[in-house]
């Protein structure tokens, strides 16, 4: 059974930074763009960055373009979200995802999903 499991969810304050690490199980992907999106109440998901296969190729909107930073590790079969400068308008359930090695930003492009780790920032 394939598992995408984020964690490192919390409450920090505007201009603090979090960490979000998701660790796969069942499968590796090592082939796969790894991606993070987030959705916020009454919002649909939207995508926050991804990372390619190779891990030379990174995409971000630019609502979060040089505030987060993806990473992975795939001795660790794990992608990282690196948050920094967190705004109230990061808050969200963020999501972990992993697409095919040709995928890009595009949600529907994702097959496989994690449960979701909730990030707060007060103002």
């Known amino acids: 059974q394939v598992q995408l499991v984020e964690s490192g969810g919390g409450l920090v304050q505007a201009g603090g930074s979090l960490r979000l690490s998701c660790t796969a199980s069942g499968r590796t992907f090592s082939r796969n763009t790894l991606g993070w999106f987030r959705q916020a109440p009454g919002k649909e998901r939207e995508f926050v960055a991804a990372?390619?296969?190779?891990?030379?190729?990174?995409y971000y909107p630019d609502s979060v373009k040089g505030r987060f930073t993806i990473s992975r590790d795939d001795t660790k079969n794990a992608v990282y979200l690196q948050m920094n400068s967190l705004k109230p308008e990061d808050t969200a359930v963020y999501y972990c995802?992993?697409?095919?090695?040709?995928?890009?930003?595009?949600?529907?492009?994702?097959?496989?999903w994690g449960q979701g780790t909730q990030v707060t920032v007060s103002a």
């Open positions: 995802a992993a697409g095919t090695i040709f995928t890009r930003t595009n949600i529907k492009e994702y097959n496989y």
């Open positions: 990372i390619s296969y190779s891990g030379g190729t990174t």
